[in-house]
């Protein structure tokens, strides 16, 4: 039985969600489908635009993506203290980004004075709106909505685009959201769609090469800020030029077809997490057939799953081996 969203979600333990959208019906989001022989390619850059569109209003932000041929991967962080920090006409004017809005709305934005009784349901839209903002449902919905609307349009069909409601994953700790990102970012190499990272079009990782030859981060991304500090900026808790290191060797010993060896020695992000090499190809080659929920060494699992109150605990077994 699927699990509620809400028994899903805890950012008391967790800003970092890995998310899986599937095509029904093994129906081609893009590329080139082999049974009908159309190309969907130019639907990849749809998923994108959208992506980086719902980024800039929402207060979630991207921190890897992987558009494949019949589904999509997002490793998303939720900065539910950026939708805390915004005032009302900030929240406004970001969700009329999205939608209409009501009446009220709209004659706030206008400028037009609210009546006493007018402004108590005006102030309880605008809660809902905050909490709209800074929740995975409502994003991963306006996106797959959009995608799906545009598809069926340009099919000519009606009906689900999408097999249903999707996947979620808590990442609890800085090793889980490095293999996942990985994961994600070497999902078209996996799939043998690509041979290097730079390569492996539409995804984050090709985004952040394009960028880093220039000696910039990408706008539409998060940023990566480094080592952990005391008081540390917003952003990925890794060294750019370490995690792209990573990424290009894993990738390099992926497409040799075997399992192969990466030297800890070189790689200085493996050994602060504290993952050994043969894990790590484990986990950046597997990382959605070991894991169903939450994943995170057993000490995050703990606290997660107290706060959500939940009596089982998935992946313990896993987590525990691959993350030792």
């Known amino acids: 039985m699927a699990i509620a969203r809400k028994r899903q979600v805890s950012l008391v333990d967790t800003k970092y969600y890995h998310c899986v959208s599937r095509c029904v019906r093994r129906a081609f989001l893009c590329g080139e489908d082999r049974f009908t022989g159309q190309c969907y390619e130019h639907r990849r850059g749809w998923v994108e635009d959208k992506l980086g569109e719902l980024a800039r209003v929402f207060c979630i932000d ?10 999509t991967h997002l490793v ?3 900065d539910d203290k950026k939708a805390n920090r915004l005032n009302d006409k900030a929240i406004v004017i970001r969700w009329h980004k999205l939608c209409k809005g009501t009446l009220l709305t709209q004659k ?6 609210l009546s006493k009784v007018e402004l108590i349901f005006f102030n ?7 909490e709209r903002l800074a929740s995975i449902s409502w994003f991963m919905r306006l996106l797959n909505e959009n995608i799906a609307r545009r ?7 009606t009906g689900r685009f999408w097999e249903g409601r999707f996947k979620s994953q808590a990442l609890l700790d800085e090793a889980a959201l490095a293999a996942c990102m990985a994961y994600v970012d070497l999902n078209p190499i996996r799939a043998k769609m690509a041979n290097t990272p ?11 090469l394009i960028c880093a030859k220039e000696g910039k981060q990408p706008k539409q991304l998060l940023r990566f800020v480094g080592m952990p500090r005391q008081v540390m900026p917003k952003g990925l808790p890794f060294e750019l030029k370490s995690y792209l290191e990573l990424v290009e060797l894993t990738g390099r010993v992926m497409r040799e077809d075997k399992h192969g060896h990466i030297d800890n020695m070189t790689l200085p992000l493996l050994e602060r997490l504290n993952i050994s090499s043969e894990n790590w190809l484990k986990l950046t080659t597997q990382f959605t057939r070991i894991f169903h929920g939450a994943v995170g060494r057993p000490a995050s699992q703990e606290g997660y799953c107290e706060n959500l109150n939940r009596k089982r605990r ?5 987590c525990a081996k691959l993350f030792a």
């Open 62 to 71: 991207v921190c890897a993506y992987a558009v494949m041929s019949n589904h």
């Open 76 to 78: 998303l962080y939720v």
């Open 314 to 318: 998935a992946n313990i077994s896993n």
């Open 198 to 208: 730079e390569e492996s079009d539409h995804t984050s990782a090709q985004v952040r």
């Open 108 to 113: 706030y934005i206008q400028g037009e004075k």
């Open 124 to 130: 309880q839209t605008v809660k809902q709106y905050r």
């Open 151 to 157: 598809a069926n349009k340009e099919d000519n069909c």
